[in-house]
Structures are given as C-alpha cells and as structure tokens.
C-alpha cells in the first residue's frame, strides 16, 4: 500500500526539481555587451510577480566567452548539459550569421531548441565622445584618405556580423573592405573598453551597446543601421542612409535551450516568455535596453530562425566569406 501512494510521488519528483530549480542564463561572451544585457533582460522580465511563479526560482548570470558564441555552443551541446532543464543560452543575429558561415563546426540550427526572441535591435558605427569625426561623412574621409590609420573595433574575426556591416558601409561609400584595418575582440563591452583605453578609434556594434555608451556620455554615434531614426536615447542619431549610405541591419536577441531538455519543460519555458512580454513592464525594461519589439517564441521562432540562417548562408556566398 505504501509503495503504491510514494510511487507517484516519486514520478513526480524529476519535475519538481526541475521547476524548483535555480535558473541560469549564460552569455556567450564577457560582461558589458548586448549578450550581457539580453541575460538581464531575460531576467527582469522572469522576475516580475505575474510570472515568477511559473518558472525557476532566482535566475543568475554566468560568462562562458569564446570564440564568439562557439564554445557556449559546444559546451551546451555536451553530453553533460545537453539537457539541463533550466539553463537558458543568448543568442544574436550575429550568433545565427557564425552559425550559417560554419563558424560553430558542424553545427546546425536543429541542433538545439530555440526559446524565446526578447527583442531586436541594429546595428550603429560610433566613436569616443572627443573624437575629430563627427558625422559618418568625416569618418568615411578619412577611411579613403588614410585607412591604415583608423582602427576599427568589432565583436569577432572577418565575416562576422560586425565585421559585415562596416565592410557593407565602405563598400557602398566605394571603399574596398579589404583595406580596413579591424580589431577583432570579445563582445560589445570589450570593443567599447578598447575604444575608451583609445585602442581602436572607431566600433561597429549595435545600437543597444550605444544606448548604453551614450548616455554616459562615453561615445558619439554617427549612424544607426535601421530603415528610419530610432526613438530614445539616440533619436537624434541620423540613419546611414540619411546619410548617403543604404545599408540596414536589424538584429535579433533571444535565449535558446539545449537540444534535449524535456519537451514540458521547453514548453513550461516557451509559456513563460509569452506570459513575461506581453506586460507593461518588459516593454519599459526592454526600451530602456535600447531595443524594439520582436516577440517570437517556440515554433514560430524556430521557423524564423531556420530562414534567417538560410538567408545569411546566402549573403556569406555571395562576400566570399563561406567555409
């Protein structure tokens, strides 16, 4: 008798760890860049009352750089972590765009379990507060002039999404790329460091690393990558293209979740994130990270994800830039 009411119990036991549990969400690159605050926002927005109920307990942070995303990639495609229930990984445009160019191996967008999209933001070209350029038009000057003097900080080596939009910008002022000279470092926070230790003078990123430099008063954005000028902190920022330059880059940022954690616990995830965004409050929290609203979850996100990877694969062949 006594085994027969301890042994549903004990079925459920699995379950209630997992929902218990304490959640982490891992950036794939160092502190200080918009993987860093796609983290936060994941976890302001699972803190709130209305949803904190539903998912694991406190969410903490932790830092796994490497070779822009790839070795947060392989170690949640471990054997050890393939399915951890409650570890939650960002991601970027710029992951998906490493993804298609064969930059995480053999890795595919099946290979995991794509959560939730928080937001989107684009990418922008600044430089420090007291730098000489002043417009996107003084800066692209002095790239004709003297490129060998002007160094540009990204977030990855050639071919990443960085790297990608500064070439795309020189190619359309009628610059060859390949004359740049680019600083490759780890992550947004690092390139913005660099260029205030005056170590590279200007930083492709994006406009939700900006939002943050700029309040501060830390950097002069000279163009956003977007179709029309963003509100906010940078709404004084013309466009590229306003500018001469038709270039535009959206970017997107969500959290995955490794390739076999249990389907009630993706769809407990899944659930969740919907239930988060859609109040008031992630919208003001999102805002105040400098990025726009894009909510996708579950299926519709895989789909998005699958296409956007295609499409990359496809910009990547046509550059040149294909493994």
């Not at 079925?11 to 982490?24: Q, R, V, Y």
């Not at 507060?129 to 000057?141: N, R």
């Not at 790239?143 to 500064?166: A, E, N, Y």
């Not at 002022?173 to 460091?193: H, M, N, S, W, Y």
Request: proline letters at 5%.
């Amino acid at each position: 008798m006594l085994r027969s009411l301890l042994l549903p119990l004990l079925c459920l036991l699995p379950a209630l760890a997992a929902a218990s549990a304490s959640a982490e969400c891992v950036v794939p690159s160092k502190p200080g860049g918009a993987m860093d605050l796609t983290c936060k926002l994941a976890k302001k927005g699972l803190a709130q009352e209305s949803v904190a109920g539903n998912v694991a307990n406190a969410m903490r942070i932790s830092y796994l750089p490497g070779g822009i995303g790839a070795v947060a990639w392989h170690s949640m495609g471990s054997q050890r972590r393939r399915a951890e229930p409650n570890t939650l990984v960002a991601f970027s445009g710029g992951s998906l765009l490493n993804l298609a160019q064969g930059k995480f191996g053999n890795a595919k967008a099946g290979d995991v379990r794509w959560v939730a999209a928080l937001g989107a933001d684009y990418g922008m070209i600044a430089v420090r507060s007291d730098s000489p350029y002043k417009t996107l038009g003084d800066l692209i000057a002095a790239l004709r002039q003297h490129p060998d003097k002007v160094l540009i900080g990204v977030s990855g080596t050639i071919g990443s999404q960085d790297w990608l939009k500064m070439a795309l910008v020189a190619r359309h002022a009628g610059i060859d790329p390949k004359v740049l000279r680019f600083v490759a470092l780890e992550g947004g926070g690092e390139v913005f460091t660099a260029m205030q230790a005056d170590y590279v003078q200007v930083v492709s990123g994006d406009t939700s690393e900006a939002t943050l430099n700029a309040s501060a008063n830390h950097a002069r954005v000279l163009a956003v990558l977007s179709e029309k000028r963003l509100p906010g902190v940078l709404a004084g920022v013309p466009t590229a293209r306003e500018q001469g330059i038709d270039v535009v880059w959206p970017i997107i940022r969500g959290v995955w979740m490794g390739p076999q954690v249990p389907e009630a616990d993706y769809q407990r995830w899944v659930a969740t994130f919907d239930r988060a965004m859609a109040t008031p409050q992630f919208a003001e929290w999102r805002a105040q990270a400098g990025l726009y609203p894009f909510a996708l979850t579950g299926p519709k996100l895989t789909a998005y994800v699958r296409k956007a990877v295609d499409e990359y694969a496809r910009q990547a062949t046509e550059l040149g830039l294909m493994r």
